[in-house]
């Protein structure tokens, strides 16, 4: 019993993780060596001063709930916190525990393993802040991203962006392609799908201009950019590309185009030419259509 208790120990010392117990009020009755070890404080520190105080401060409150939760409802324990190292670095851990019963069904002890996961956590840390700021840089560039399968004719990738350009809900997940069809423009509708079956016979990537009408009858411009993705077979496999609300800039330009006509009528009617000077070349900028008639 002796040397299979040392074995067990031994086995116990050697795993990769911080293996705990605990009594099934919640006391403690066992760290391994790792434990210890990655503390930096003897057993009697870690039992006396419980394990508490080696937990982040912001994160003990939810960690505390989840233990307590699990210590009276008798189920597995669960939790994502930082483990204060024996240097002073707190470090992301996940944490899980279960209750082991005798045969009546009462729970006689708690036995847990907690597990470094500060790289994947901060990785994936980084990758919520990388696909935060994407997401702003659509909103504000009003550029959606999209990834379709011709071979099934489904959306595989629709930002959050295109759900707002094309006033689509997200809640009810990616749209059917052939809806998201028919809320182009219908002057433009087929101009458009002549030119992508173009591109797509010719297999070269393309951009395109169209108008797209809304359920409350808004009508938004937008620009297409695609790219085709081929195997090796030279099959079509999938399709990449950006949309790009272009309404503010197309509205200005029609509102420029209506200021430079009524000028130019303005001028015709009144006999008035007006004109723009180089001073320094001495050279002519801007010759209005009435300053040649006259």
């Known amino acids: 019993m002796r040397e299979s208790e040392y074995k067990l120990r031994q086995i116990i010392d050697t795993?990769?993780?911080?293996?705990?117990?605990?009594e099934p009020d919640g006391e403690n009755t066992y760290a391994n060596r790792r434990i210890l070890d990655y503390i930096g404080a003897p057993y009697e520190d870690f039992k006396n001063s419980g394990w508490q105080r080696f937990v982040h401060p912001d994160d003990l409150p939810e960690t505390l709930k989840a233990f307590q939760h699990a210590i009276e409802a008798g189920t597995s324990y669960e939790a994502v916190h930082r483990v204060r190292r024996g240097d002073g670095e707190f470090r992301w851990h996940h944490t899980r525990g279960e209750p082991m019963r005798d045969r009546e069904g009462r729970i006689i002890q708690w036995y847990g393993l907690t597990i470094d996961v500060d790289e994947a956590e901060k990785a994936e840390e980084r990758l919520r802040r990388?696909?935060?700021y994407l997401?702003?840089?659509?909103?504000?560039?009003?550029?959606?991203?999209?990834?379709f399968s011709p071979v099934n004719r489904q959306l595989l990738y629709w930002s959050e962006e295109c759900y707002r350009i094309w006033g689509?809900?997200?809640?009810?997940?990616?749209?059917?392609?052939?809806?998201?069809?028919?809320?182009?423009?219908?002057?433009?509708?087929?101009?458009?799908?002549?030119?992508v079956e173009e591109a797509r016979?010719?297999?070269?990537?393309?951009?395109?201009?169209?108008r797209i009408v809304l359920p409350d009858g808004t009508v938004k411009y937008l620009?297409?950019?695609?790219?085709?993705?081929?195997?090796?077979?030279?099959?079509?496999?999938?399709?990449?590309?950006?949309?790009?609300?272009?309404t503010e800039r197309k509205r200005a330009q029609d509102t420029l185009r209506r200021g430079e006509a009524w000028l130019a009528q303005a001028q015709r009617l009144s006999h008035t030419g007006t004109w723009v000077l180089d001073g320094t070349t001495r050279r002519f900028l801007y010759w209005s259509d009435e300053s040649y008639r006259i």
């Open 15 to 22: 795993v990769p993780s911080l293996v705990w117990a605990v």
């Open 130 to 132: 990388s696909e935060a």
């Open 135 to 147: 997401a702003e840089a659509q909103r504000i560039s009003h550029t959606g991203f999209y990834a």
């Open 168 to 195: 689509f809900d997200p809640v009810q997940g990616l749209p059917d392609r052939e809806i998201a069809t028919q809320r182009i423009h219908p002057d433009d509708r087929e101009r458009v799908d002549n030119e």
């Open 201 to 210: 016979r010719q297999k070269r990537d393309y951009a395109l201009e169209f």
């Open 223 to 246: 620009e297409c950019d695609e790219h085709l993705v081929f195997s090796a077979r030279g099959e079509l496999v999938e399709t990449m590309g950006k949309n790009v609300d272009v």
